[in-house]
């Protein structure tokens, strides 16, 4: 029998969107685990929600919202990037004694780069002043970045057939990360330092789409959430302290 593409992008956003959904439903009272969550489902692309991401965009094609998730696709390289972004107002990083959560689904359709140190789907968390970590996701691998140009890990996984689900803990006071896909542990990373290369801000940030100069490609994205919004002026559980000590049991 011959799958529809389609139909199956059409089926795994809203399965992805679900399992977040149970994963919320799961938790504790009082220990709601995410501040801040975007999803086509919304209506809204992630720069018209409240406490809203920054489109940066160099491109001719602009990210587009159907069947479910939003389609982020450049074409060349150099400084042809589409992604979103949260800076500054828009974050309040949990405390040092505590952990970020990145939620993500996210199909890798396609993706090209100069360098085996980046893909077509970013990731990059920016937890402190040029200390942080870049997640790469393309067809067939999942990586992390212990340096600019040098690959710390790699998964291997087939990444263009569905929406899959991701979810990155950083466990700040020791710079552990743990990258899990489809509820199952596939990479023990760490953040790093780097104020050279260009690849960290400086100040706390989060991005994703496609964000290398070195990279193109085409991103379906089902849905993107974390615990490091603001608080509640975006509409939102602001987040219980500790999280990582209240949900160890669950992303362990």
Not at 1 to 11: V, Y
Not at 110 to 115: D, E, K, L, P
Not at 198 to 223: M, V
Request: hydrophobic share 40%; proline share 5%.
């Amino acid at each position: 029998m011959t799958s529809c593409p389609a139909a199956r992008r059409r089926l795994a956003a809203p399965l992805a969107t679900f399992a977040v959904l149970v994963l919320l439903a799961a938790l504790p009272r009082g220990a709601a685990a995410f501040t801040t969550y975007w999803s086509p489902s919304s209506g809204l692309k992630p720069d018209q929600i409240p406490c809203p991401w920054t489109l940066v965009n160099n491109t001719a094609n602009t990210p587009a919202m159907a069947n479910g998730v939003l389609t982020i696709s450049t074409v060349s390289f150099f400084a042809n990037n589409t992604y979103y972004q949260q800076t500054g107002a828009a974050l309040a990083m949990p405390a040092s004694t505590d952990s970020l959560v990145v939620l993500f689904g996210v199909r890798s359709v396609s993706s090209g780069s100069s360098t085996t140190a980046r893909a077509g789907i970013s990731v990059v968390l920016e937890t402190s002043a040029f200390r942080g970590i870049g997640i790469f996701i393309n067809p067939t691998e999942i990586f992390w970045n212990s340096s600019s140009t040098t690959r710390g890990g790699t998964a291997s996984a087939t990444n263009n057939d569905a929406v899959h689900a991701y979810r990155v803990v950083v466990i700040l006071a020791t710079n552990v990360v743990l990258i899990y896909r489809d509820g199952v542990l596939i990479l023990n990373a760490s953040t790093h330092v780097d104020s050279s290369s260009g690849d960290f801000a400086g100040f706390a940030r989060i991005l994703w789409g496609e964000g290398s100069g070195f990279a193109l490609g085409t991103s379906e994205w089902a849905y993107f959430s974390h615990n490091a919004a603001p608080g509640g002026s975006c509409g939102t559980t602001t987040t219980t302290t500790p999280t990582w000590g209240t949900l160890k049991t669950i992303y362990r």
